[in-house]
């Protein structure tokens, strides 16, 4: 398998342009989440899908943000107007949950994101 | 809310030492907990998972053990070595979702 796949891996984009990141999670898996990282916040969890239902989006920052789940193997995370402030980076993870049994989660490389 | 703090923030040791990395979580409520390891600029590469009823994993020279009634967690890394400098991460699984809720993390820097 692959891993989890991100793109792009590097995006650069001006203030107030839309921005889209993309996930193609691990076959299989049925949970997929979106993270962001900055120096001073850490990892946070943004949303997280199951069976390609949101599950918990209460990590989205604001209505700027959105992301899709239209099948179990691609997620969109898309930024509208993108500000400075959200360049981070993002990552985004599967794992395989059901029930009491967790099995740890898998992360992709991340898309950096630079808005200038 | 789940909180999980790490101690150290940062490290720096010589070659050759044994290391013991802190995590704590404020919610003994949880499914498992795994530890993750961050190179500068690239992603999290998982190390260790450790369900809720098990008391420790080991891989290699990593030991990873887990209290959760205490709500505490400590990696183990014997002999370090150079290729060992990175970000290490805790994380919990809080119960009843599927939230993976991650520590502030310890940066490692072991030099020769």
């Known amino acids: 398998d692959a891993g989890v796949i991100q793109s792009p891996r590097h995006e650069v984009t001006e203030m107030g342009q839309e921005v889209t990141l993309r996930c193609k999670p691990i076959s299989g898996h049925n949970s997929l989440f979106w993270y962001r990282q900055t120096m001073m916040r850490g990892l946070e969890l943004l949303i997280y899908f199951n069976n390609n239902v949101p599950i918990d989006d209460s990590g989205m920052p604001e209505d700027r943000f959105s992301a899709k789940m239209p099948n179990a193997s691609f997620s969109t995370l898309k930024i509208q107007p993108s500000e400075p402030r959200d360049s981070a980076v993002y990552f985004c993870?599967?794992?395989?949950?059901?029930?009491?049994?967790?099995?740890?989660?898998?992360f992709g490389s991340g898309t950096r994101l630079t808005v200038v | 809310k789940q909180e999980v703090t790490q101690i150290p923030a940062a490290l720096s040791v010589p070659e050759g030492e044994n290391l013991v990395l802190n995590c704590s979580f404020t919610d003994s409520a949880i499914y498992n907990l795994q530890w993750f390891r961050q190179d500068p600029g690239k992603g999290l590469t998982s190390l260790l998972l450790i369900q809720s009823s098990q008391r420790e994993q080991t891989s290699g020279r990593l030991n990873a053990s887990l209290d959760k009634s205490s709500g505490r967690s400590t990696l183990y890394i014997a002999a370090s070595q150079p290729g060992d400098s990175a970000t290490y991460l805790c994380a919990v699984i809080v119960y009843n979702t599927d939230k993976l809720i991650f520590g502030t993390g310890t940066r490692l820097q072991v030099f020769p």
């Open positions: 993870a599967s794992s395989l949950a059901g029930g009491n049994s967790y099995y740890g989660y898998t």
